[in-house]
DNA sequence: AATATTGTACTATTGTAGTATTACAATATA
DNA sequence: TATATTGTAATACTACAATAGTACAATATT
């Protein structure tokens, strides 16, 4: 289970900031697929925000395929690889990758400038 | 000049629209350092909006050292390039990679995922 | 100097995001 | 079946972003 902390102070709203760690915990193997999420009022509770702050979170997580609820039971976290299908993420990553083209030319930099860029984070960050 | 266009279902506010087709309009060469912009009046009269939303969208753009403003006379471009060093422009290329990366490794995907992605792009492009 | 033209500042209005209050509906469990 | 536990829905409050209305200040032009 993730230990959750909420930052007033962070400029992101909390059901974001719940969103973004989910996903991380996700990510990083810290939540399995099928265990069970803290209720929404428990979370609430914990993070003394409303429960509808942790409902928001919860439900746009589901719209994603990312978290199942069940009524009665509670949330958990469901199996997305076998959800989103390999065409639906690389739709994905596309439309990520095209949006963040067209921020970037708008600031003048190449499709090249990034890439570039990109590799030296990459390599930076494995020192 | 510029044929700006607003789209009002683009679900971006107008002050941005108007910048982002400003950046685009220096970007692609269609607007020329010195060169004269629209008076605030009269864009906001073609364009249909307040004159306050243009007036915004040029003091953004002043602000970043694209446009200058002389009162009295008009909004031109101004000559970025002497304005803006190198070293910022490696800043912004660095926040703005930052920026989407955090967004992109929030749906699982990595950096090699993105620069595949963005070569992939950018093959296409050249067909 | 007078006037027109330019951008600026102040204020009000409208819409939306974020959060909370409260009541409700569905399911599990005893 | 009764009750507790779970998520859901409707509503409202607050803050802020976006836009507009209006008056102002600085500069250019005559």
């Known amino acids: 289970m993730i230990d959750f902390k909420l930052d007033p102070k962070a400029g992101v709203p909390f059901y974001r900031q719940i969103i973004d760690q989910i996903k991380y915990g996700i990510a990083s193997g810290k939540l399995q697929v099928g265990e069970q999420l803290p209720t929404v009022r428990g979370l609430a509770v914990e993070l003394k925000v409303n429960l509808n702050t ?4 919860y439900k746009e997580l589901e719209i994603q395929n990312i978290l199942e609820t069940h009524l009665g ?3 958990f976290i469901g ?3 076998f959800k989103i299908t390999p065409k639906q993420k690389q739709e994905k990553l596309h439309s990520i990758c095209r949006e963040f083209l067209t921020i970037a030319s708008s600031y003048g930099f190449t499709t090249t400038d990034l890439i ?3 590799h030296e984070m990459q390599n930076s960050k494995n020192k």
Not at 54 to 57: Q, T
Request: proline share 0%; aromatic share 0%.
């Open 54 to 57: 942790v409902s928001k979170a």
């Open 73 to 75: 039971s509670g949330t």
């Open 79 to 81: 199996d997305s690889d």
């Open 116 to 118: 570039t860029e990109l």
